[in-house]
């Protein structure tokens, strides 16, 4: 019986050792069994990217991004075969291949390529000869064959874009996780599995820092309305599904609370209060390449202001360089740096039509006496930037606060 087309894909966890590659391989057959097409996607095995790219740190700080991609699409066509062999011991039929020889074509930015479009006819003609298809994920080929990555987490896009392009009857997700979480279990024990959770939800937690998925695959998703289903692959448990409307969304206030410790915040103190000042901070801030996340002037007093603004961690030490060298420029004071900071934020699309929800999670914070630095929203989100050490006193108050415990 022919049950229709399924994309499963395996994160790095997942096939970290022989074990679990050969447990990956037998959920897989289980499924052809059942009937269905599949189509495997496969990251590499456990932490090999991370690996590869110490590797090419030892020769160079600046390695050519053509030659990264050279490399890190190597971890990915090791598990395809591995995977490809497992199943065949397991006496079913499956072929593996790279992104290349499935004409998964990309544009030419090495390290973090976008798909232009993908020929299934390599994987339909392999489908309608009974294998089962296991393509490497992660990575492509511009037109002129050089192989390109679709950046960290690309296997998730690969994964995506093939369900879309063969337009599959579901595609599945396996990780380390039961699928996604109210807020981090590590942090709150008491945090819930959430059954269904919109695209635009899970856009948010991802960018807000929760790590389950890439951003772009869920972007990806949503554009073409391929639902997703998160889910465990050292369980049979049903994990997550990612769509378009969640049923219950309505009556849900809050989803979620994240938490991110990767900002920093600089504060450009007494800034001349003109026009144009801000306009020249974040253009050269801009131009030098580092992404300004939260901002927050204060209000001019004597014509003067502070700015305030958080940054990624790692651009720290080139962002003050940069900013002590403009407020000199502009007459400004001093440049302070603070990363000891977090960022807690609620997400819930039925924040939406609800008033109060702001009040409900400063007075939560409050309550525990964290101090809130910094403030911002988004139609379904409302972030606080406080003191690091408050960071997991503020998830379990939220978390509390908004019902969201088991
Ligand atoms: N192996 C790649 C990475 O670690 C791609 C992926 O896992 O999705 O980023
Ligand atoms: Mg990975």
């Known amino acids: 019986m022919h049950k229709g087309l399924i994309v ?32 495997v996607v496969v990251s590499a095995l456990g932490d090999t990217t991370d690996e590869l790219i110490e590797l090419a740190a030892k020769i160079t ?4 991004e053509r030659e990264m991609d050279m490399l890190l699409s190597t971890g990915e066509q090791i598990s395809v075969a591995l995977l490809a062999m497992a199943i065949h011991k397991l006496g079913c039929e499956a ?64 994964a995506v874009a093939l369900a ?63 639902p997703i289903h998160v889910r465990s692959s050292f369980s ?10 969640a049923k219950k969304m309505e009556d849900v206030l809050v989803n979620g609370i994240t938490l991110n410790k990767t900002e920093a915040k600089i504060t450009i103190c007494t800034v001349p209060d003109r026009p144009g000042i801000a306009a020249k901070i974040f253009t050269d801030l ?49 440049v302070l740096l603070d990363d000891d900071i977090a960022r807690v934020s609620i997400v819930g699309v039925g924040m939406k039509s609800h008033p109060g929800v702001a009040a409900k999670m400063f007075g939560a914070l409050a309550k525990n006496k964290i101090n809130i630095e910094m403030i911002s929203t988004s139609d379904i989100s409302i972030s606080c930037i406080i003191q690091k050490k408050f960071a997991e006193t503020a998830v379990k108050a939220l978390h509390e606060k908004f019902g969201l415990g088991k």
Do not use: W
Not at 12 to 35: C, D, F, L, T
Not at 61 to 64: L, T, V
Not at 236 to 245: A, F, Q, R, V
């Open 95 to 158: 072929i593996s291949f790279t992104g290349a020889q499935v004409g998964i074509i990309t544009d030419t930015s090495h390290t973090r390529a976008r798909i232009l479009r993908i020929n299934t006819n390599k994987i339909k003609e392999e489908l309608g000869k009974g294998k089962i298809v296991i393509v490497a994920g992660f990575q492509g080929v511009t037109l002129d064959q050089d192989i390109t990555t679709l950046g960290r987490g690309g296997s998730d896009l690969t």
């Open 164 to 226: 879309k392009e063969l337009a599959a009857d579901e595609c599945e997700i396996y990780t380390d996780v039961e699928g996604i979480y109210t807020t981090d279990p590590r942090i709150e024990p008491r945090a819930r599995k959430i059954k269904e959770i919109t695209y635009d939800e899970m856009l948010e937690m991802a960018s807000l820092g929760a790590q389950v998925m890439q951003a772009r695959s869920i972007e990806v998703a949503k554009k073409f309305n391929v």
């Open 286 to 334: 801009a131009s030098a390449g580092i992404s300004v996340d939260m901002i927050v002037q204060n209000v001019g007093h004597l014509r003067q202001t502070d700015i305030s603004f958080t940054i990624n961690k790692g651009e720290s030490a080139k962002t003050i360089k940069l900013t002590r060298a403009l407020a000199k420029a502009i007459g400004a004071g001093d």
């Open 8 to 39: 499963q894909k395996f994160g790095g966890s997942s096939v970290a050792n022989v074990e679990r590659i050969q447990n990956a391989a037998k959920r897989v057959v289980s499924y052809k069994k059942k009937g269905y097409d599949t189509v």
């Open 236 to 245: 049979d448990n049903s994990g997550t599904m990612i769509i378009k409307e």
């Open 61 to 64: 700080n600046e390695p050519s």
